[in-house]
């Protein structure tokens, strides 16, 4: 199975969307296929064996479109200035044909030339020009809509097409008969309407295409974040290179003031870097020899001597980018409402548009009377303003995720999001920093407590488990040197084995003990370290408990806002871990969680979500994104903190750049606010439709209300509008989990 994101030009709307995407889905060889109609592109997943990129390509031309290749990690540049030109020229010209064609209703001055009733031919041919021109200027529009009706997936492209060139061809059948001597013909003349809808079709694209590049500004500014060129250390000596020559293992050299070229590590120099792009924490970290940089971070005021680690598309900021655009091509579930909707809505409108036109000559009316409101039933029903509604709003406020240092892989976690009633804590790294530290040492060998810590100290060099840090820092601290461990061997919720110095040793809680049916004779020992709050860790040689070790951690210092907000907002608080029970409900009630599962083994996380969900619950995991990847998969949305730049192994559906807990409050308020948009977007957009549909068919002409193409086509663009506007509105959220104080981490 292979994974592939296309760049698709000519989707004009979510008909276009629905459509490719079904027929792509139907393919021989394609697994699934998500079509995204702001971002433009299609995410597709195929057998390798069966199709390539080739034929993939040919897919979406004979669905009516065309691939323009892979969809990089770059934004369409904004409306280009010969494009301005181009609808500033039309705009002229609209307004001239306005003026020809309706200028005398308005007692407006008409040059002789032109009078539709002293010269009716010059009056038509000149109208028959200027339409000629918009055509051409719409020429993908009819292009597209009559491709898309011979491919069976009418847009609104077709309900255009059809409705312009009915229009235009029976004004032309009209300008026939004036040229053979008949000028009432003259009054049969719809040259204007066919240009207008055309130029405000173009007008609404155009007003739209901004819009849509507002909406990707977040992923902009991360491709744009990494200079184009570094200075790299050659033989001792500096040499300005483009940053694709950078490679890995080179001496990457900063000044204060440069961006860091690529991911790596420190091996030279102190300086603070602004890290605000990947956290949204906007105070500079400091960062010394052994520190790992992230590309695109700015070096506010030292020198930096660093190794290139990660280069190119393996870059934390190419990972960021790639999801992030990956997640807007994931469709939350009220969207499929709205495509299922729009499946069915051209269709319909076609069939709609066809009974008038034939009720019109039945019932006795002029042909151009029919022909008219044909074309305006045709032009009000665009389904944008309903393709729209779901999709733009999405991809802001997953800008606005980005922007906060919240990394959220699928769209349906926005809508999600707002219904978690319970959120499931993991207690270290997540609760607490992570950072532990060896308070206590109960030595019950024969040799020194260094001796005792270098053993302990070099089988947890084998280990990834955070408490593996606080022994390696405790033998840096005190230059205590590691020894060779053979036979090592991990069991995971209870503790690790190997050998060391030809004896067995293992390392582990309580249930290591039992697992080992050996007898504890310490339990009062553990009990009193519990309660100072430490993790505890026996260690046992030969199947003999040799010492008891304390192992303490630092909670973080918005937990407690964090949850305290949680709880206000009615939602329940679980700390689950694998510690025992003193230390777990000595931290709970530090931080204000009253609910505790402790001695949980990794495994058993899951069943406690499960349970959850069987309840009815709807439950949030926030844990380590590696160490509680089960438990992460079982819940509704996984989010993990203390990720750092192991993006592309996590398994969440959100990932915390910064481990601030308060961002979980601006997770759940984007979610609210999203959806309350995209529920008004949805309601303007059936709202218009419903009320627009019978005015156009002229149901209301008893009552004085009737509509032409023209003003069909302004409400169709104004209904667009109203759609984009609303969602660019999500833009100025106040985010709650900035008013929760969060201090730097402990170093």
């Known amino acids: 199975m292979k994974k592939i994101i296309l760049k698709i030009e000519g989707m004009t709307c979510s008909a276009c969307s629905n459509g490719l995407e079904k027929y792509l889905n139907k393919q021989d060889g394609i697994l699934s296929a998500s079509v ?28 009516g479109f065309k691939s323009l290749g892979i969809y990089e990690d770059t934004i369409e540049e904004k409306k280009t200035k010969s494009e301005k030109n181009q609808f500033v020229i039309f705009s002229i010209l609209a307004i001239l044909l306005l003026y020809i064609s309706m200028g005398h209703m308005m007692g407006l001055p008409i040059v002789n030339f032109l009078n539709m009733h002293t010269n009716p031919v010059n009056y038509a041919i000149t109208l ?10 719409g020429w993908d529009i009819l292009k597209n809509g009559y491709k898309s009706l011979l491919h069976k997936a009418p847009n609104m492209d077709t309900l255009v097409a059809i409705g312009v060139m009915s229009s235009f061809l029976y004004s032309l059948y009209s300008m026939v008969m004036i040229g053979k001597g008949n000028p009432s013909y003259v009054h049969e003349l719809y040259f204007e309407s066919a240009a207008i809808v ?39 000596k500096e040499k300005e290179v483009t940053i694709d020559e950078i490679q890995r293992g080179d001496i990457v050299i900063s000044y204060a003031g440069d961006r860091i070229a690529v991911d790596g590590e420190i091996v030279e120099g102190k300086a603070h870097l602004d890290e605000s792009f990947m956290t949204g924490e906007s105070k500079p970290v400091n960062k010394t020899k052994g ?21 190119g598309k393996d870059s934390t900021i190419s990972q960021i980018v790639k999801l992030v655009v990956e997640a807007t091509n994931t469709k939350a579930p009220i969207a499929k409402i ?4 729009s499946g069915y809505f051209v269709p319909v409108v076609m069939m709609l548009a066809i009974i008038t036109l034939i009720a019109y000559l039945v ?38 995720c980005a922007n906060h240092g919240i990394l959220v892989k699928k769209s349906e976690i926005l809508e999600n999001a707002e219904k978690i009633d319970t959120i499931i804590f993991d207690k270290t790294g997540t609760l607490t920093y992570g950072k532990l530290k060896i308070a206590e040492i109960i030595n019950h060998s024969r040799m020194q407590a260094k001796e005792l810590l270098q053993l302990a100290g070099s089988l947890e060099a084998k280990s990834t488990h955070p408490i593996a840090q606080a022994f390696s820092r405790y033998l840096k601290e005190n230059k205590i040197e590691t020894l060779e461990v053979e036979s090592f061997e991990n069991r995971s919720g209870y503790g690790i084995i190997g050998k060391v110095k030809g004896k067995d040793l293992m390392l582990g809680n309580y249930k290591m003990l039992e697992q080992l049916e050996m007898e504890n004779p310490y339990k009062e020992e553990e009990k009193k370290l519990s309660q100072k709050g430490n993790s505890i860790i026996y260690v046992v040689q030969d199947k003999k408990i040799i010492g008891i070790i304390g192992v303490n951690d630092i909670i973080r210092q918005n937990a407690k806002k964090v949850v305290e907000r949680l709880n206000q907002k009615k939602i329940e608080t679980i700390m689950v871990t694998g510690d025992n029970q003193e230390t777990a409900h000595r931290i709970a009630k530090q931080i204000g969680i009253k609910k505790v599962i402790a001695d949980v083994l990794p495994t058993q996380k ?70 309350r948009n995209v529920k008004q977007n949805l309601f303007w957009a059936f709202f218009y439709n419903s009320l627009m549909l019978p005015i156009s068919m002229g149901l209301l002409k008893p009552f004085g209300i009737a509509i ?35 201090l730097e981490e402990i170093k």
């Open 36 to 63: 995204n109609l702001v971002m433009a592109n299609a995410q597709i997943e195929y057998d390798e064996t069966k199709i390539d990129k080739k034929k993939l390509d040919t897919f979406v031309k004979k669905a």
């Open 128 to 137: 028959c020009f200027l339409t000629i021109l918009f055509l051409l200027y």
């Open 198 to 236: 055309i130029f405000f079709i173009k007008l609404g694209r155009y007003l739209d295409g901004i819009s849509k590049d507002k909406t990707k500004e977040a992923i902009q500014k991360l491709v744009q974040i990494t200079p184009s060129k570094a200075i790299i250390k050659v033989e001792g």
């Open 291 to 311: 520190n790992k940089v992230i590309a695109g971070t700015i070096n506010y005021d030292g020198y930096l001597e660093y190794k290139a680690e990660k280069i």
């Open 338 to 341: 709205a495509d299922k909707v």
């Open 363 to 400: 019932l006795g009316f002029e042909i151009g009377t029919a022909v008219i409101t044909f074309v305006t039933v045709l032009v009000v029903a665009c389904p944008c303003a309903l393709g729209l509604a779901t999709p733009l709003a999405i991809v802001v406020s997953e800008g606005i």
């Open 606 to 675: 899951g069943d406690v979500i499960r349970n959850l969900k069987k309840q009815g619950k709807r439950v949030m995991m926030c844990g380590d994104g590696i160490n509680d990847s089960p438990a992460l998969a079982s819940s509704d949305i996984g989010v993990s903190v203390n990720s750092g730049t192991d993006i592309a192994m996590d398994s969440s559906d959100v990932i915390l750049m910064k481990n601030d807990l308060s961002k979980i409050l601006d997770l759940i308020q984007i979610s609210k606010k999203t959806i």
């Open 708 to 742: 032409n193409p023209m003003i069909a086509g302004l409400a169709m663009v104004f209904s667009s509008l109203t759609v984009i506007i609303n969602a660019l509105r999500l833009k100025g959220i106040k985010l709650e989990g900035s008013k929760v104080e969060c």
